[in-house]
């Protein structure tokens, strides 16, 4: 199961900053909404997650910008598995507009920890089982 999934996002009016065009800060929110539903949709829901006793936290982010969405525009986050560790993982973003063309994209790093606060923790088989093969979306 290394298919690329995509998670649809309509800009919103307060998403939109004085120049036009989304604000930085809310780019990590659609990876965030996006990553929570590529494990849904891969049978983890994310309390399923929580109620086996384990959360993920992101521990580093990269993001790269190509063009600016603004108000309005209907665009996908497509999601991908880009590594898996032993106890963290990554995960590629591309936002996309209009099919094919990429605005912006992302890694976005998670590592795996114990909700009872007590650390870090491998990945169990619930999480790399809906994780998946890792399938990049970025060439590095």
Do not use: H
């Amino acid at each position: 199961m290394s298919e690329v999934f995509t998670f649809p996002v309509t800009v919103r009016y307060m998403e939109v900053d004085a120049q036009g065009v989304v604000f930085n800060g809310w780019y990590l929110t659609y990876f965030d909404e996006a990553m929570s539903a590529f494990l849904t949709a891969r049978g983890l829901p994310y309390q399923k997650m929580i109620e086996a006793g384990y959360d993920v936290q992101l521990v580093r982010s990269e993001i790269d910008w190509r063009s600016g969405l603004r108000w309005q525009d209907a665009v996908e986050v497509a999601v991908s598995t880009a590594r898996i560790g032993r106890t963290s993982f990554a995960l590629d973003f591309e936002v996309r507009r209009d099919g094919p063309e990429v605005t912006c994209a992302g890694r976005t790093v998670y590592v795996v920890v114990a909700t009872d606060g007590s650390g870090k923790r491998e990945i169990p088989p619930l999480i790399a089982d809906a994780l998946g093969d890792p399938a990049p979306l970025r060439a590095d």
